[in-house]
């Protein structure tokens, strides 16, 4: 029974940062590609970035390019997100996510996502 | 990038009756060396995270029930819930991971008629 256990919600000032994790139990951490999901209120959802564990190397929207920082941490099977540079319109709800398939599964590496955190709500205000 | 758009943007259907989402990608989501698309299909409620309901454009997620299918190969989609209940009430979103740039249609809220 695979869980992402996110860290809690955050309110932070404009112009700094956010980090968020998320603890993965159940299954094996390293081969899943986990992503990090957002939604602003009452909008849709925002794919931001992924990463493999075992592989360690992120991929991440254009939009975020440069302000969004993944990493995973094998030992604790916990992935991270950062924000840098918030602003208002980055208040969201911020999810991971977890693939279905292992990456090895075919040639792709990234697939759909099978199990989410519950969310961690940031609030960006003065 | 794969550009996600679904309609209608918004659908009331009475109970019992069938619901129909349409999902088109601005380029094939279909992978020629398996044959498989690589579209899915999410339930979202109030206050909770998406909840996987099709991948491969047609596989139901286990303990999905089975009046949720999904059709559809290259560009365009379909999700249908066949006998519309009133659990069913959600936003319903279509996902692309042909493309390691996922992204995700704008969403279709479905309501009860």
């Known amino acids: 029974q695979v869980q992402l256990v996110q860290s809690g919600a955050e309110v932070k000032k404009p112009g700094s940062s956010v980090k968020v994790s998320c603890k993965a139990s159940?299954?094996?951490?390293?081969?899943?590609?986990i992503s990090w999901v957002r939604q602003a209120p009452g909008q849709g959802l925002e794919w931001m970035g992924g990463?493999?564990?075992?592989?360690?190397?992120?991929n991440y929207a254009q939009k975020f390019q440069g302000r969004v920082t993944i990493t995973a941490d094998e030992s604790t099977s916990t992935a991270y997100m950062e924000l840098s540079s918030l602003r208002s319109e980055d208040t969201a709800v911020y999810y991971c996510a977890r693939d279905g398939p292992p990456y090895y599964y075919d040639s792709s590496g990234y697939y759909y996502f099978q199990h989410w955190g519950q969310g961690t709500l940031v609030t960006v205000s003065s | 990038d794969i550009v996600m758009t679904q309609s209608p943007d918004s659908l009331a259907v009475s109970l019992g009756e069938r619901a129909t989402i349409n999902c088109k990608s601005s380029?094939?989501?279909?992978?020629?060396?398996?044959?498989?698309?690589?579209l899915a299909w999410y339930q979202q409620k109030p206050g909770q995270p998406p909840k996987l309901l099709i991948y491969w454009a047609s596989t139901r997620e286990s303990g999905v029930p089975d009046r949720f299918s999904g059709s559809g190969s290259g560009t365009d989609f379909t999700l249908t819930i066949s006998s519309l209940q009133a659990e069913d009430v959600a936003v319903y979103y279509c996902q692309q991971y042909y493309s390691t740039m996922y992204s995700f249609g704008q969403g279709t809220k479905l309501e009860i008629k």
């Open positions: 380029q094939s989501v279909l992978y020629s060396s398996n044959n498989k698309n690589y």
């Open positions: 990463i493999i564990p075992i592989f360690g190397t992120a």
């Open positions: 159940g299954g094996t951490f390293s081969s899943y590609a």
